[in-house]
């Protein structure tokens, strides 16, 4: 059997894809994706996944593309980890969100030492699960849903962590919550998961209103939800 990346050309059904060499581009990442299902079609004598016309390979092989931005996700974390422990944290102001009377607030990201810390742990965590999936959900119908879920809830935990503000916590936090009943009740035809799922879902609900009573209270206080001007108030 020859190795994956000997490939010079597949076909997928009628059609051949080439795989030419040269600057990276759509089209080498439709084909490179295309030569993963000919690969698996070989091993395993079936389709890896129902191709989609005219993009074969490119949507249907997103558990895989996934897994690899994950894992170039926790390199980039790595190196955002000795940076900031070195004393370089990191203050990016995307865009300017919205004022109401003394309330300003811009939506921006912060990355010091302790966000660092759970950025590293986030994304190889998430890394190392989405690499056990591959193989553990590859006979699952709802294989595709399951990697989109994992993969915004790593998002949503991401942001988490790097908010410079409550208002952004809040979002979040929301996030990590839906996303966390969708992986719950991955498999909703059981019964067990489906209580599970509304059991979280219920208690944070429970925890948002308090999150929010609190968020209220703070912007009244001192007039900003930036954790920075908190702080030093």
Same mark, same amino acid.
């Given at each position: 059997?020859?190795?994956?990346?000997?490939?010079?050309?597949?076909?997928?059904?009628?059609?051949?894809?080439?795989? !030419?060499?040269?600057?990276?581009?759509?089209?080498?990442?439709?084909?490179w994706s295309a030569a993963v299902e000919n690969w698996h079609r070989i091993h395993y004598d079936q389709p890896y996944v129902t191709g989609t016309e005219g993009y074969p390979g490119l949507i249907v092989h997103g558990p895989l593309i996934s897994t690899l931005f994950m894992g170039y996700a926790a390199g980039l974390s790595v190196i955002l980890f000795f940076d900031t422990t070195l004393?370089?944290?990191?203050d990016v102001a995307v865009y300017e969100w919205f004022t109401s009377g003394a309330l300003?607030?811009?939506w921006s990201l912060r990355v010091?030492?302790?966000?660092?810390?759970? &950025?590293?742990?986030?994304t190889l965590v998430s890394f190392g699960v989405h690499v056990y999936s591959l193989d553990y959900m590859h !006979? !699952?119908?709802?294989? !595709?849903? =399951? +990697?989109?879920?994992?993969?915004?809830?790593?998002?949503f935990m991401i942001l988490l962590v790097t908010s410079d503000s409550l208002l952004q916590l809040y979002f979040g936090?929301?996030?990590?919550g839906l996303t966390s009943y969708l992986l719950i009740n991955h498999w909703y035809q059981r019964r067990s998961a489906n209580r599970a799922a509304a059991k979280a879902f219920i208690v944070n609900r429970i925890g948002d =209103?308090? +999150?929010?009573?609190?968020?209220? &209270?703070?912007?009244?206080? +001192?007039?900003?939800?930036?954790?920075?001007?908190?702080?030093?108030?």
């Open positions: 059997r020859r190795p994956l990346m000997q490939f010079e050309s597949i076909q997928i059904g009628e059609r051949v894809h080439e795989l !030419d060499k040269g600057p990276i581009s759509t089209a080498h990442i439709m084909r004393g370089h944290p990191r300003h607030v811009v010091d030492a302790a966000s660092a810390v759970m &950025l590293f742990v986030i !006979d !699952d119908p709802r294989r !595709d849903a =399951y +990697f989109g879920n994992i993969s915004l809830f790593t998002g936090w929301e996030g990590v =209103y308090a +999150f929010i009573l609190g968020t209220l &209270l703070i912007a009244v206080r +001192f007039g900003t939800l930036d954790f920075q001007r908190v702080a030093s108030a």
